[in-house]
């Protein structure tokens, strides 16, 4: 057997395990079934992001080339601040009881910064942009990613938003990617992602709306509309494999990372999340008013 696609088999599945382990009930359960009561789930979640954000941001920083200015000495401290605000009000449970304006503005940063991105390249080259453009594109996604689930300390609870909406990013890509590679003829960006097609796209929102529908009936403890959320990250995944993308083409960088062995680094895995994370969030507050 080809010893790539061992390798491959092998850190896929401990990266899933990772996720579930850190996303659901099931981490913490295993942990304190060894020493009681020694983690929270919260924690383990809120450890997970912070480690994928804090090696996205150096992934990034690699990516786009900082030169020696001040720039590269203030993007993290920047990332750190950032996050450090949300991370107030993820144990605070502030996410759920306050809707806030600036949500909505730094949602469209993240939508400025994608436009940025494919219309205006050149903006990039300057370290500023960069620094710019790396807080944007890591910090923010990330820190949003903090008001998906909902705990609670004093009942021992975790709600599996983030898990189902790992699910259904997978299941999009496998779905495209199949669709595409059988029926796809008419390419969606030759460019940019030259396997993509728009045939692979079709049947991607098709079957994830499949998904949709049973996790919709047979979770109702989640919040949202989990048809609703299935169509979004349809929608937007594919938005998300082609935003990393087009970063690595204009920096002529193949892979953003190696640290997950076979499969690149995490911007390369979490493209796609980095995207419907925000998107479902704010489909997620806007919910509240419907």
Not at 36 to 65: H, N, R
Not at 193 to 205: A, F, L, N, Q, R
Not at 238 to 246: A, I, M, W, Y
Request: hydrophobic residues 50%.
């Amino acid at each position: 057997m080809d010893k790539n696609l061992i390798q491959r088999t092998l850190s896929g599945l401990i990266y899933v395990a990772v996720i579930i382990l850190c996303t659901t009930p099931l981490g913490a359960q295993l942990i304190n079934s060894i020493s009681p009561d020694l983690v929270k789930q919260q924690y383990l979640f809120y450890g997970l992001i912070t480690l994928l954000m804090a090696v996205g941001s150096w992934e990034c920083v690699k990516i786009m080339k900082f030169g020696n200015g001040y720039e590269k000495w203030v993007v993290f401290p920047l990332i750190g601040f950032i996050f450090y605000i949300f991370s107030k009000r993820y144990f605070h449970h502030d996410f759920f009881f306050d809707f806030r304006l600036s949500e909505i503005l730094a949602l469209l940063l993240i939508l400025i910064a994608a436009v940025t991105l494919f219309k205006y390249p050149n903006e990039l080259y300057f370290d500023s942009g960069k620094l710019i453009f790396t807080v944007i594109y890591v910090a923010l996604p990330f820190s949003f990613a903090l008001g998906l689930p909902k705990y609670s300390t004093y009942e021992d609870t975790f709600t599996l938003e983030v898990l189902f909406l790992f699910i259904l990013i997978w299941s999009s890509d496998t779905f495209a990617y199949l669709v595409g590679k059988f029926f796809g003829k008419h390419k969606m960006a030759p460019k940019i992602s030259p396997k993509k097609t728009w045939e692979g796209y079709i049947g991607g929102v098709v079957l994830t709306l499949v998904l949709s529908y049973f996790i919709e009936k047979y979770q109702q403890d989640l919040r949202g509309n989990w048809m609703v959320v299935g169509f979004l990250v349809a929608a937007f995944a594919p938005l998300g494999d082609l935003v990393e993308s087009q970063l690595k083409r204009n920096f002529a960088v193949k892979d953003s990372g190696n640290i997950i062995p076979g499969h690149g680094g995490v911007l390369d895995r979490l493209d796609s999340f980095l995207i419907c994370a925000p998107v479902v969030y704010l489909y997620f507050i806007l919910e509240k008013f419907i």
